[in-house]
């Protein structure tokens, strides 16, 4: 079934192979972006998400000198009935593995499927426009096109660590992270403020052991802003990803309640992170974004600087559940 050349070998992932796996992705990343764009604490992430069992749903290909060749995984955080596959490749020597991940991957679908109790399981995949092979392994596999992300990124040189003044009647301040009333307010906000998007919720127990099994994570750095004595929006900063010479601030979830948009609370908080990162020493900051997003998110990300590094192809198809899973 994998296909594979005369002496490469499949195997399943141990947390050792983490440092190996992240350069593999790093060479896939600079080949495909012009950087790196991955971390060791999204790796560990990927390993051991909610969901998720690497002695089950993860594979690794090592080529005939035992290095690594490609590596797929699943991300489903919700158990909802909707899957993310992965399958990333060495540029120079892992093309071979491509396809046959791929088709590990998808047969793996069907049985999570059955296993979280889905008769009918959306997949998902991304690929950067450029990656015209992994493309046409996708539309092969019968994935076609949904929608585009960006990665967006901006200088943080000559960013003032005084941001400007908020709205009228707006308070920003950090979050207090050891007030687990205020953390669960925190984290309905986000939630709330994407329910108008496919955002797949995460409930408050797993999102909390997501981020702290982060490294370096620092709640000066999370953000609220207070309007008429609610909590009306919310930033929530990533840690530095287990790399101590990572010099980017990164804004993981931003989100305004339905209320209190259009009145400058986002901007007001991404302004507040950004004086924060550049504070910091941080040299750019960065962020992902659905460029399907009902709120235009983005036009706020490019108003205060931010610029695409790159774009991202979201391709889906459904498979059915496993009939037997023996």
Do not use: C
């Not at 991955?38 to 005939?64: I, Q, Y």
């Not at 955080?77 to 993310?84: E, V």
């Not at 000559?158 to 307010?185: C, F, H, K, N, Y």
Request: proline share 6%; no cysteine.
């Amino acid at each position: 079934m994998t296909e594979l050349p005369a002496g490469w070998t499949l195997r399943r992932p141990t947390l050792d192979d983490a440092p190996r796996i992240l350069e593999m992705v790093h060479a896939s990343d600079i080949a495909a972006v012009g950087e790196a764009d991955f971390t060791l604490d999204e790796v560990h992430e990927e390993l051991t998400g909610p969901h998720t069992d690497m002695n089950r749903d993860s594979w690794l290909v090592l080529d005939d000198g035992g290095r690594i060749a490609g590596w797929a995984y699943p991300r489903n955080p919700t158990g909802k009935a909707r899957d993310f596959v992965e399958v990333y490749v060495h540029p120079e020597i892992g093309l071979p593995a491509q396809r046959p991940l791929l088709r590990l991957m998808m047969a793996r679908m069907a049985e999570r499927a059955a296993e979280l109790g889905h008769q009918v399981y959306a997949v998902r995949a991304a690929a950067v426009p450029t990656e015209t092979r992994y493309i046409d392994a996708l539309t092969d596999a019968g994935f076609t096109f949904r929608k585009q992300h960006a990665r967006m990124q901006m200088p943080l040189a000559g960013v003032s660590p005084q941001p400007p003044e908020p709205p009228a009647g707006v308070l920003i301040r950090p979050v207090r992270a050891g007030d687990e009333t205020e953390m669960r307010q925190f984290h309905a906000v986000i939630e709330a403020a994407f329910q108008d998007s496919d955002h797949r919720a995460l409930a408050y127990p797993d999102w909390r052991e997501q981020f702290l099994a982060e490294s370096g994570v620092d709640f000066a750095e999370w953000f609220v802003a207070e309007t008429d004595g609610v909590i009306a929006g919310a930033l929530q900063s990533g840690g530095s990803g287990g790399d101590d010479e990572n010099d980017e601030g990164w804004v993981k979830s931003l989100g305004v309640l339905r209320p209190y948009r259009k009145r400058g609370v986002g901007e007001a908080l991404l302004r507040r992170a950004l004086a924060v990162y550049a504070a910091q020493g941080r040299a750019k900051a960065g962020l992902g974004v659905d460029l399907a997003n009902p709120t235009d998110a983005a036009s706020l990300y490019r108003k205060v600087g931010m610029t695409a590094l790159y774009r991202a192809n979201v391709y889906e198809t459904t498979v059915p559940a496993a009939s037997d899973l023996r």
